[in-house]
């Protein structure tokens, strides 16, 4: 297991493998508010055809990070670029403006409303006298949403009768029209069940293989390694590793998400209050599978 360091010669700080500038660069970047440390130390890169995965618990700083990304907060150290250019983002709509778009978990749509309307909500297509031209808009939406793999008979019905997994693709189809280049997904398998995340899971691979670089953030391991390039592991703000694909495994990547150390304590913690020997063992047994990585 081979960890990308800051430093490495392969990729420097604002060019790519491929010798151009990375997409989106953080080179050490930090953020408090007042006197607590949110994210600190935090390098990653995002290129155009790959996905790069943020993992992390809960308070582990994946919020704030994409925040900083999103153009909600600015950044207090380091370095963040865009192209090669130095950015500190006032608004989500000049992270937009560059080509940033964001994905939230609730994804902020009208159930009742139309998918038509809803893919074009804040954004309408006008026509003479400046009236809604909804013949194009339904068409520019069922064909887009044809190109991500969706085929709707009706893009009347309302968006809120679609599935979890097809509303975050609704969702990725607009951000792809609209001129993103980057893409950062927030949790989109957080609330589907097995089926319906391997939708989604699908999704982020078409729109990686239409030139986006796809920034996933997820708290599941067992999601973010059949469709991550880089991981990126966060824990109480801090890096706690980044990896390209072919120098990390599933279980070792597991195991420093919070598998092995927290499995060891808790097994010490089964032990000193005796008994529960059939539980210990199938901790170690799972400690086997995902060793503790230091």
């Known amino acids: 297991m081979t960890e990308i360091q800051a430093n490495q010669p392969v990729t420097d700080s604002t060019e790519a493998i491929t010798g151009g500038p990375h997409l989106i660069a953080l080179r050490d970047v930090g953020k408090h508010y007042g006197n607590v440390i949110a994210l600190s130390d ?23 990070l994409i925040k900083i990304i999103a153009g909600l907060h600015k950044h207090d150290a380091g370095t963040f670029s865009i192209m090669g ?3 500190h983002l006032t608004s989500p709509r000049e992270a937009l403006d560059s080509g940033i778009a964001a994905v939230y978990q609730d994804l902020a749509v009208v159930s009742l409303m139309p998918i038509w309307r809803n893919f074009f909500l804040g954004s309408e297509l006008r026509g003479k006298f400046g ?15 044809l190109e991500m793999g969706i085929d709707l008979r009706d893009v009347e019905q309302p968006i809120g009768t679609l599935s979890g997994g ?10 792809v029209y609209f001129g993103a280049k980057a893409l950062i997904l927030d949790e989109p398998t957080a609330a589907l069940g097995v089926k319906q995340s391997g939708v989604v899971l699908k999704y982020i691979l078409r729109a990686r293989d239409r030139g986006l670089g796809v920034i996933f953030i997820t708290h599941n391991p067992h999601h973010a390694f059949p469709v991550g390039d ?3 592991l966060l824990r109480r703000g801090k890096s706690i590793g ?3 694909k072919d120098d990390i495994t599933l279980p070792e990547l597991t195991a420093m998400m919070a598998g092995g150390a927290e499995l060891e304590e808790l097994a010490h913690e089964l ?3 005796g008994g529960q020997g059939a ?10 599978e995902a060793p503790i990585v230091h």
């Open 166 to 175: 097809e509303r975050q693709c609704v969702a990725i189809a607009r951000a």
């Open 230 to 232: 880089r991981f990126l």
């Open 85 to 87: 250019q130095d950015r």
């Open 131 to 145: 009236l809604l031209d909804v013949k194009k808009m339904k068409e520019v939406t069922k064909k887009e949403l």
């Open 42 to 64: 935090v390098t990653m890169d995002v290129d155009s055809g790959r996905v790069t995965c943020v993992l992390g618990d809960n308070g582990a700083g994946k919020s704030t």
């Open 271 to 273: 032990e000193e209050v």
């Open 279 to 288: 539980r210990i063992q199938e901790i170690r047994a799972a400690e086997v």
């Open 242 to 244: 980044y990896f390209e």
